[in-house]
């Protein structure tokens, strides 16, 4: 029996990706953005965020054109590292006005491509909403526990039940 292992995409790589996409949002240079596009996506990629969602280069194009016009003058600032594992990613972001106030936030989460282009992100805007406390319960903000236990159960979720 033959085992293939799929190497994920080196993070430094996937780090100037990221930092390539976000720059691409607000570069007013319609050339210039669209080889930004073109070295992040794949040619079927696709961003899906709340309001809007862009597929293909000329999808992902227009949607960086709409946010423009809607935030001009502002610029997109990665506000984490960016988490890698598998064919996946994660980073934090803020979209910056001209005083470097944020005017939005958000987290993006993206699948990648064998070529370590993005085959697909979605964006979310604003920070996660805690769980409300419930009385009693042993995990975090009332969540489960997720506890090391043993090598047969470790990492296991559970209530929190003793």
């Known amino acids: 029996m033959t085992t ?3 190497a994920a995409p080196e993070a430094p790589s996937v ?16 050339g210039r953005r669209r080889a930004l596009i073109e070295r992040c ?8 965020d709340p309001p809007l969602d862009g597929h293909g280069h000329d999808g992902i194009d227009a949607l960086m ?18 988490d890698v594992h598998h064919d996946a990613f994660r ?3 803020e979209l910056r006005d001209a005083d470097g106030a944020a005017v939005l936030t ?3 989460h993206a699948t ?21 406390a419930i009385a009693g ?16 159960t470790d990492g296991a979720v559970t209530d929190g039940a003793a």
């Open 91 to 93: 980073a934090g972001w």
């Open 41 to 48: 996506f794949t040619a079927t990629g696709a961003v899906v």
């Open 112 to 132: 990648l491509a064998a070529d370590g282009r993005i085959e697909r992100i979605t964006g979310f805007f604003g920070d996660l909403t805690p769980l409300p």
């Open 137 to 152: 319960a042993a995990g975090p903000a009332g969540g489960a526990a997720v506890t090391g236990g043993s090598a047969a």
């Open 65 to 82: 054109r709409t946010l423009q016009a809607h935030y001009p003058g502002t610029r997109f600032v990665r506000t984490t590292a960016v």
């Open 4 to 6: 293939t292992i799929s």
């Open 15 to 30: 780090e100037a990706t990221v930092d390539a996409y976000l720059a691409a949002w607000t570069e007013p240079d319609d």
């Open 106 to 108: 958000g987290t993006d």
